[in-house]
């Protein structure tokens, strides 16, 4: 566990440095207001990403986890509906640019960014794909490679004082070639043939009937869940109705949705009152957010939701202990990594983007603020998804998103970018809290939690891994 955790560490650890290197050498190269609009074009796109890739990569953990192989008979639906998803958001962010015009530049970025709604659709199924089978090594490689390719142009871009549409036009070079490894890391898996973590080999199967096997989104049985069939699903059991699929993986989209919407709706709203050039100063703290956010990600979305799924079913202790000492210390853990943020940032963010941006310094110290919050919120939230209470996630991350927006529309006109920083600690804090409660009420409820010595005994194997 330890080693493939530390892998995927390693891994957003190369991401964060190379998207952090990309901010600092466009920054250094764009004037501040050019700098500011791409951002601010690449925040609106990037927040189209939960609707283009429409849930699919999370509904796949939850329905493999709970179904093992049977689930192969999501994939065909969920694919053609995240492709219609993606070509549909791809038309409009294509209208969004053509109204820019007669702004030319304007126009040509945002056609370019474009591309990157669907590299980051891309990007999130091929994730989910390794992580079903197991492979951290290959998910790494497939996270790291597309912020490599955007460094290359970033550094292409400083050393020959290229434009921002040059900029544009490599980021959409990198998103081309993104979508292209995506779909030659997961053909084994549309085909229907790569075998499962945690779920035994093909030939070790034995059919069950349909009916033990739970629905998406509704609470697993605390017994055991039986394997599944022999064969791929698409012999056995016809795949989901419309309905049915849209209904499973609505309530990631508007998840997902809601959680960008605090990463990058600050910026796009500065932008849009106060102009590039203030928005640069959110845009620059936000980028170091973003990149330390990538620290819960990792181990819940892209290590440990997989296994919480299975857990939820067979497994209580796990998903206690998850509850106890992980989402503790992640709160721990926050606190430390807000401190050097807020310290750090205070020196480091004039040396790195240069004296235009010693302003950013203030607005990175009030942002450091959300950092233990989303932390903690995020232990807590993976436990609500696998634990059958996804529908109650999503109602608390929706009011989370109502305070941040009114806390924006009260806080940037009169304060600018540091009450847009002061409204995302704020939501933030709301959104902890709320999903807090939930596990505590929905998740643990009266069940006794587990200790230290019964944490030690599972790290240290004496007791069986749950797999």
Not at 92 to 100: D, I, K, R, T, Y
Not at 339 to 351: I, N, S
């Amino acid at each position: 566990m330890l080693a493939q955790v530390g892998l995927l560490g390693l891994s957003q650890a190369g991401v964060t440095v190379a998207a952090f290197g990309s901010q600092v050498l466009l920054a250094r190269t764009l004037t501040r207001e050019d700098f500011g609009s791409f951002t601010a074009v690449l925040a609106v796109v990037s927040l189209t990403a939960p609707l283009a890739v429409f849930g699919v990569s999370e509904l796949w953990l939850q329905v493999f986890g709970q179904e093992g192989a049977r689930a192969y008979r999501w994939v065909g639906p969920s694919l053609r509906l995240a492709g219609a998803a993606c070509a549909a958001l791809l038309l409009g962010v294509l209208a969004w640019s053509a109204a820019e015009l007669p702004d030319v530049t304007a126009a040509a970025v945002r056609a370019l960014l474009a591309t990157v709604v669907v590299a980051q659709a891309a990007l999130a199924l091929a994730g989910s794909v390794r992580q079903l089978r197991g492979d951290y090594r290959g998910l790494s490689a497939l996270q790291l490679a597309p912020h490599l390719g955007r460094v290359v142009v970033t550094v292409a871009v400083w050393a020959a004082g290229l434009s921002v549409v040059a900029a544009a036009a490599g980021y959409a070079v990198v998103a081309v070639a993104t979508v292209a490894a995506c779909l030659l890391a997961s053909r084994e898996f549309r085909r229907g043939a790569m075998p499962l973590e945690g779920h035994p080999a093909p030939a070790a199967r034995a059919a069950v009937p349909a009916a033990a096997v739970p629905a998406p989104g509704a609470v697993p049985a605390p017994a055991v869940v039986p394997a599944g069939p022999a064969v791929p699903a698409g012999g056995l059991d016809a795949g989901p109705r419309p309905g049915e699929l849209l209904g499973a993986a609505t309530p990631y989209v508007l998840g997902n949705v809601c959680y960008l919407l605090g990463i990058h709706f600050g910026t796009v709203l500065a932008a849009e009152l106060l102009g590039g050039a203030e928005a640069a100063l959110l845009a620059v703290p936000m980028a170091v957010l973003t990149a330390v956010y990538l620290v819960p990600r990792v181990v819940y979305q892209q290590y440990l939701l997989g296994k919480l799924h299975r857990w939820a079913g067979s497994d209580a202790e796990a998903v206690l202990l998850a509850y106890r000492w992980g989402s503790a210390g992640m709160v721990a853990l926050g606190a430390v990594v807000a401190a050097a943020v807020a310290v750090g940032g205070l020196v480091a963010l004039p040396v790195v983007f240069g004296p235009e941006y010693r302003d950013a310094a203030p607005v990175l110290a009030v942002l450091a603020l959300a950092v233990p919050f989303r932390f903690g919120g995020a232990a807590v939230a993976a436990l609500l998804t696998s634990g059958g209470l996804l529908r109650r996630k999503v109602v608390y991350q929706a009011v989370g998103a109502v305070v941040l927006l009114a806390a924006l529309a009260v806080a940037v006109p009169v304060w600018g970018v540091r009450g847009a920083a002061g409204a995302t600690v704020l939501a933030e804090a709301v959104l902890c809290c709320l999903l807090w409660v939930a596990a505590r009420r929905g998740v643990v409820g009266d069940a006794p939690l587990p200790t230290w010595r019964d944490l030690r005994r599972r790290l240290s194997r004496e007791a069986p891994r749950a797999s």
